[in-house]
């Protein structure tokens, strides 16, 4: 579920060289066999329900695009500079706005990465953005049966707690994305007041998820106007039903006892379905949310220079609601001339313990082989995690990644690609798979 955030913030125009860079994952298997047999309507029906790659690179193209038709107007428009000036801003910030309400935008994004965890599951949803509810204060995902709740749930557990907290791991993803094409391209697209709408957005989320003046009110009335199933989202607030199944991995779905109307599972949580201890354990998640704040970008800083070697850098913060607890994480991006890189050291929190694990990655590394050239990228993560997910056992399990995408320079435009990732047992923010597995996605970027 969705709720819509209020935000007064001027976007920061962008003056230097436009550069545009959009990535269209065509084909992401296995997922998309999961998709087909989720949707029931043959291999293109599985478009409907996509991963979370390629919704996340769906909603990247569609900012950066609007983002680069601002600058570029900005920029070669004749107006006069107030009036520009005047359309840039308020244009780019109603823009984002209205984006909210838009396949593409980061409330389709959010609502595509709970969706993408249902799927995997062959369990079929709708996201109510396709709807174009303009002016909605809660958007849905609706028709969801509740058995296929109750087999996620007895089936993988993990996967039920990821369920509910995914929405918000697209939306920073994204924020993630559009922060390092900033970065390593020198995009200086005019991001600033995406970036806070939804940052703001979602640490509003995960404290009025814990509020019982908003979350316990907001669940009564969708009960009350929600009498059959297909019409009710799939959890309520969010993070509310995250703590509930956190804390509980083994409880039966149906345990939750029958819906008001008498029909169906009472699906949502309120404050007053968690314990005192999980009631504070959700409300601590809120205050560690504010290291989300901590990045440069955030307040318009593209890049910082170090020193007189060429080196630049810049560096991000996330706090993030996993399968198994939490994860706080440092980014470090570095860049000189050519060459670019990516770090990352991760700190993986379940109840009382943490696992450390560390991230790099080389990002468009230019390679030929004889005539053919391409950029390669490759990434690897290496470190531990919770075993099995376990929210509270200290036991630790051994998590490794590797991937490598290679883009072909097949022309001065558009590149195919093909990004392969193998990965063990674990949590990886955007991987829509827990546990061990080997995917493989192929598209086009198209550069400009």
Known sequence: ??????????????????????????????????????????????????SMRQSLDVSTG???????????????????????????YWGTYFGDYLLIYLPGGDAWLH??????????????SFNGVNRIPIGADIIAVSK??????????????????RLHAAGIEGQYLLLNNLQRNNFFYDMKLPNLFLYWMSTVNSHAYVFMSASPNFADKETEKMNANEPTIPSRDFTGMDFTAWAYDLFRPREPYQDRGVHPSGVGIDRYRTTQHLTAEELKYLK???????VNYLSPMLYGIDNIRLGNSGLT???????????????????????REDLKMAFAYHNY????????????????????????????SPRTIVGMQPKNHDFRNGKAEFLGLFGLRIDV?????????IDVTAKTNGWVAGNDFLYSNTSVKMGISARF
Do not use: C
């Open 62 to 88: 569609v900012y950066s695009a609007f983002h680069f038709g601002m600058k570029q107007f900005y920029e070669k428009s004749d107006m006069r500079k107030p009036l520009k000036r005047f359309i840039h």
């Open 1 to 50: 579920m969705w709720l819509t955030p209020h935000l007064y913030l001027y976007a920061q125009p962008a003056a230097d060289t436009v550069r545009l860079k959009l990535d269209l994952p065509l084909f992401d298997f296995p997922y998309q066999k999961e998709a087909i047999d989720a949707v029931g309507r043959g291999f293109f029906g599985g478009y409907a329900n996509p």
């Open 349 to 376: 929190l379940n109840y009382r313990h943490y696992f450390p694990a560390v991230e790099a990655e080389l990002v468009d590394y230019q390679f030929r082989l004889g005539s053919v050239g391409m950029y390669l």
């Open 409 to 417: 320079m097949a022309g001065s435009r558009f590149l195919p690609y």
């Open 144 to 161: 969801v049966k509740d058995e296929d709740l109750m087999r996620i749930k007895e089936s993988s557990p993990a996967d039920m707690v």
């Open 111 to 124: 609502e595509e990465y709970h969706r993408a965890v249902m799927s995997r599951h062959k369990a079929n």
């Open 284 to 290: 601590r998640q809120g205050v560690w949310h504010f």
């Open 313 to 335: 850098g810049n560096f991000a913060m996330r706090h993030l609601l996993t399968s198994f607890g939490t994860a706080v994480s440092a980014h470090v991006f570095l860049k």
